[in-house]
T-cell receptor
Framework: AQRVTQPEKLLSVFKGAPVELKCNYSYSGSPELFWYVQYSRQRLQLLLRHISRESIKGFTADLNKGETSFHLKKPFAQEEDSAMYYCALSGITQGGSEKLVFGKGTKLTVNP | NAGVTQTPKFRVLKTGQSMTLLCAQDMNHEYMYWYRQDPGMGLRLIHYSVGEGTTAKGEVPDGYNVSRLKKQNFLLGLESAAPSQTSVYFC???????????FGQGTRLTVV
């Protein structure tokens, strides 16, 4: 079964500090991993996906298949990074269905 | 460029009433999803569709039905609303299961 675990519901850091939002997944096949972000009063939007290997707004995420993790990192947090972050996984299940599932989310607060 | 549009944005229902939420996308996407967002529970997949005329159950399908008669529309129905269905509902669409999902603005439903 597809499963995404985000162990931290809340994460609070000070501006300029490094931040890491954890994501672990369970999937039997070759997954596609994503990070989505929801800023206050805005729609959920894609932040980055592992296949693109990009750095978006200073954030990076590396897929570690051995540890089944896809942690999101930023070396210097900014106040505008305060938002709800969701890790997501997509793929084809054993039954042949294709779906996109999300973790429970981590609310990041960056304090001045 | 509308993207993904949900109708209505807000609704209050009495227990036992029925209603339909409409999701419309203008990006010619094959995949469409309905999620519910609850505090501490993240985004949970209700139903999804991988193409016109197809639907499949997600993680929490009970109490909901869906239809995808036209490629651009994905309807979510509540036949007999219950207070446990009070939530924020999000629709999303994507070209394929492994590409970026675009989200609607959400529908806040309260069942009293």
């Amino acid at each position: 079964a597809q499963r995404v675990t985000q162990p931290e519901k809340l994460l609070s850091v000070f501006k300029g500090a490094p931040v890491e939002l954890k994501c672990n997944y369970s999937y039997s096949g070759s997954p596609e991993l994503f990070w989505y972000v929801q800023y206050s009063r805005q729609r959920l939007q894609l932040l980055l996906r592992h296949i693109s290997r990009e750095s978006i707004k200073g954030f990076t995420a590396d897929l570690n298949k051995g540890e089944t993790s896809f942690h999101l990192k930023k070396p210097f947090a900014q106040e505008e990074d305060s938002a709800m972050y969701y890790c997501a996984l997509s793929g084809i299940t054993q039954g042949g269905s294709e779906k996109l599932v999300f973790g429970k989310g981590t609310k990041l607060t960056v304090n001045p | 460029n509308a993207g993904v549009t949900q109708t209505p944005k807000f609704r209050v229902l009495k227990t036992g009433q029925s209603m339909t939420l409409l999701c419309a996308q203008d990006m010619n996407h094959e995949y469409m999803y309905w999620y519910r967002q609850d505090p501490g529970m993240g985004l949970r997949l209700i139903h999804y569709s991988v193409g016109e005329g197809t639907t499949a159950k997600g993680e929490v399908p009970d109490g909901y039905n869906v239809s995808r008669l036209k490629k651009q529309n994905f309807l979510l129905g509540l036949e007999s609303a219950a207070p446990s269905q009070t939530s924020v509902y999000f629709c999303a669409s994507s070209y394929s299961v492994n590409t970026e999902a675009f989200f609607g603005q959400g529908t806040r439903l309260t069942v009293v």
